[in-house]
């Protein structure tokens, strides 16, 4: 099975050879019928064969083109607290990708820690999982996490993330490239937002825009940055206070139970210092690229698939790396931290990179429109 890495080096055409284009073309192949098949089925919510389900309230979502991470989470943090700063009773669902039964995956885990009194359920059906939350939480708005192709759940605003890595697919759709729809699909997207816009300059973000421009001419146009904050060490419990959240099996707690929480360092502590990183992310190069603006000595870096769930043999074999190394910290993203809950690798201390999402262009529009629900 092809790392995330190896996968990308080969549907970019970065991976050359007489056996790597005989890949691609058989992934030319697969990508003909899997196109084929999200197109049938998205004309079947365009014409009303398949029923799309409407809330009593407004319903926000955020999604993307392409598989791996493109900033989901950050951005529903941030829309999340925008809400809850007005007063506004928000919630998140989502599906629960990566999840083993009756527990919440890694997303749902990190949210929970950041936003403790907004609910969240995890529920294959969404649109049950919206009912439950509005039915017996008074939610005002709910956030639809990685809902763009999710068409069962009727939208008031669609938020769609590009990765600047990669906006749209090398392409190409899944299995050829990794777009999740062929491109056309942008045309449903009411703001599309480019993350990691730090990663181009001017002239190359033009370049994006002007292709989103052909698909989607009506969407508010945003550019957002995923800013390193903090370093995050999973040591240290908190006693969380009651409040609104979900009692189903698949949600985040708040039920006054100890659950881990990190302790703070500033990023200072790592700048002059050679570190070892992982992560389990669709995209490793945008958790890279955040090193890399930390102002830190990247000595070694590991790949997991996304949304891994890291064993005891994992662990252990992340400690014999780092023991071998170097370094003097090892770095991963919120996300493992959170599976991980350990402080040290290797007798090396073990921090997330805390991050946070920030606007560089577009704020102001995004929050014109999330103002509409307000009240409502």
């Known amino acids: 099975m092809l790392s ?49 389900h409407r809330m009593n309230v407004p319903v ?41 039964a009756g527990t919440q995956n890694d997303e749902a885990l990190e949210l929970a820690r950041k936003l403790p009194d907004v609910p969240h359920v995890q529920n294959a059906d969404r649109a049950a999982a919206a009912r439950k939350l509005i039915a017996e939480f008074q939610s005002q708005v709910i956030l639809l996490d990685d809902g763009f192709q999710h068409r069962r759940i009727g939208r008031d605003l669609d938020i769609v993330l590009l990765d600047a890595l990669e906006p749209f697919g090398f392409g190409h759709v899944f299995p050829r490239g990794t777009l999740r729809e062929p491109i056309d699909g942008l045309r449903r997207a009411d703001v599309v937002a480019l993350s990691r816009a730090d990663m181009l300059d001017a002239g190359q973000r033009e370049d994006i825009w002007q292709t989103v421009l052909r698909y989607a001419p009506q969407a508010i146009r945003a550019e957002v940055v995923h800013a390193p904050r903090m370093l995050l060490a999973a040591s240290g419990l908190l006693k969380k206070g009651t409040g609104s959240e979900p009692t189903s099996e698949n949600h985040a707690k708040n039920d006054g139970s100890e659950v881990p929480v990190p302790l703070f360092q500033p990023l200072e502590r790592i700048r002059p210092l050679a570190v070892a990183a992982f992560c389990g992310l669709g995209n490793p190069a945008g958790f890279r690229h955040t090193l890399e603006t930390c102002g830190c000595r990247l000595a070694a870096f590991r ?47 073990l921090w997330a990179l805390g991050v946070g999402l920030e606007f560089l262009a577009g704020q102001q529009a995004v929050e014109a429109e999330l103002a509409k629900f307000v009240g409502r």
């Open 4 to 52: 995330p890495l190896a996968f990308r080096d080969l549907v970019s055409g970065r991976r050359q050879g007489v056996a790597a284009a005989v890949l691609r073309g058989g992934l030319r192949l697969a990508e003909v019928f899997y196109a084929g098949a999200v197109r049938w089925r998205n004309r079947r919510y365009q014409s009303g064969a398949a029923a799309v």
């Open 303 to 349: 790949e997991f698939p996304d949304h891994h769930r890291y064993t005891r043999a994992d662990v252990q074999s992340l400690a014999a790396w780092a023991k071998g190394l170097d370094v003097s910290a090892v770095l991963c993203t919120e996300k493992d931290l959170v599976k991980l809950s350990v402080d040290q690798l290797g007798g090396r201390p």
């Open 60 to 100: 926000v979502s955020v999604g993307n083109l392409t598989l791996g991470g493109t900033g989901k989470t950050p951005m529903v943090e941030w829309l999340a607290r925008w809400f809850r700063a007005r007063g506004v009773r928000v919630a998140i669902v989502s599906r629960g990708y990566g999840a083993a």
